[in-house]
């Protein structure tokens, strides 16, 4: 214990020089939040105050915007456009939706079901809150970050949850944690050079492409595995490129007994520094983690997704302070989701004891493959708020909402029922188990 503390202080200092070294430092340059207070319709100007100014600063309406585009006396964020002159709006967007009764109802769940999955294979929930916050009207980059604030203790709770249960390498962890937190702040910077540079609609469009693509190209990947696995009797064989990794003897070599692995510690390096740029990036780092850890390095799928959650909580923390300084947490989000993903963090985590590790793949691969139909399906919106093809009837968009977010919908019911199922079925089989040996107990030792 007194050596889990020592090297927990050190993760501690190491995080702070990080932090130190590259602080992400204030919004772009390009962005602004504050209040509007007041329009001028004809001279098409609106007054706004800054955060951190006592003063109006009048900005100019950009091509194509009307007096009844500014919203008054709320929280926004505004994107300027440089090219178009001095002071000139490119977008408006509310930071801080209205909040309605089902609307809370439906974060409560959706952090429910989120807790579930991250419990279970310890990355689903951030790649499903973030697009669910997105449906739900929150700005991508706010989205962003409110997910990046509720994860960590969340992923505090899970990994403790997992750790009881043997199933969590706490020095691998750390290790994948420790540069990761350097991919955090390469995250932060990439989120901001594009709401920098194309607003916040940008944002959106970047968010949903990097889940797109990601999501497709990991998915299919782990699909493919857990279906080979399911029928080679569900035993986990070592992936051949984490076997070959595993034979490169490059120092320092690191030992991680929980995982039974002994690898190059150059090896953990890009597995944790992608998932720290993922998860600054669009809040979602696990699905390139756990797989990194099963594929790369060589932990099975119940050690990668319990680990992946010690990552989270350090790697969530460091970028809750970042998000924080920028002023784009939506703390009523955070706390409705967390409030619920508490409660599913453990039921997630308690299934994994009684599942077999292709069954924990299968719910990813499902749930990632689901998630990127829904997030896809806004991608012809963004590109036309962003006049890179022309905007959409209607008729159109109203259909492509849709199917984003009853995709997202599936997503949640059907991980919900297959880790329901699969929790259950182990749990009657672990108790007729039980059951017969102590039947058997008695025919031996009868009284």
Known sequence: MKRLLAVMALVLMVTFGVHSAFAGGPPPKNVMKGVFVSYDAAAETASIKIDGHDDLTVLHLGEGMTVEDIPINKKVLVSLDTHAGPNVIKDVSVMFMNMTVNKIIAFLLIGLIGGL??????????????????????????????????????????????????????KLGLVIAVTSMIGVEIGIRIQKFILNSWGNAGSNLYVSVVFVGVLVLVGFYVLMDAVKLSKGGGEEVKPKLAAAMQKIELWPMMEFKVAKVRISAWITIPVGLFTGMLAATIAVGGFIGVPGMIYLIGASALVASATELIVAFIMGAFGSIQWGISGLIDIRMTLLILAGSLIGVQLGALGTTYVKDYMIKIVMASVMLIVAVSRGAMVPGYLADLNLIPQLKEQMAGGLDFVSFWALMLALAVAGIIISVAMIKGMMQAKAEENAKALGNEAVNPS
């Open 117 to 170: 999955l991250s419990g279970f294979i310890g990355s689903g929930g951030a790649f499903v809150l973030t697009p669910a916050m997105m449906s739900l009207g929150a700005p991508g980059a706010v989205a962003v970050a409110s997910n990046m604030c509720h994860k960590f203790p969340k992923a505090m709770v899970g990994a403790y949850k997992r750790w009881k249960y043997g199933q969590a390498d706490i």
